[in-house]
């Protein structure tokens, strides 16, 4: 089972930029599917965005046209570059692999929108 590790988050003010990525263990050359989740202190957790190894994304309809996700398989990496943060967006995000030999999780990293 690969590990994920995510790192990238941390403070910003409204308006403001974050880079998060997600580390993989091993090659995600042949994982299906990777992306990021959230959660906020007492709602669910969501869907941000995804990548799937053909390269095509989606992203919930909060962030789209604010964040971008990417990999980069020579670095076993995941990235979700966040622009025009909200305070909406404060929660702890979570990477997530998708494959044929099951999902792995990371175990977060906070992001805070505040001024």
């Known amino acids: 089972q690969v590990q994920l590790v995510e790192s990238g988050g941390g403070l910003v003010q409204p308006g403001g930029s974050l880079r998060l990525s997600c580390a993989a263990s091993a090659s995600i050359v042949s994982i299906g599917s990777m992306g990021w989740y959230r959660q906020a202190p007492g709602k669910e957790r969501e869907l941000v965005a995804r990548i799937r190894n053909t390269g095509s994304t989606n992203y919930a309809d909060s962030v789209k046209g604010r964040f971008t996700i990417s990999r980069d398989n020579a670095r076993a990496t995941v990235f979700l570059q966040m622009n025009s943060l909200k305070p909406e967006d404060t929660a702890v995000y979570y990477c997530?692999?998708?494959?044929?030999?099951?999902?792995?999780w990371g175990q977060g990293t906070q992001v805070t929108v505040s001024s």
């Open positions: 997530f692999s998708s494959g044929s030999t099951g999902t792995a």
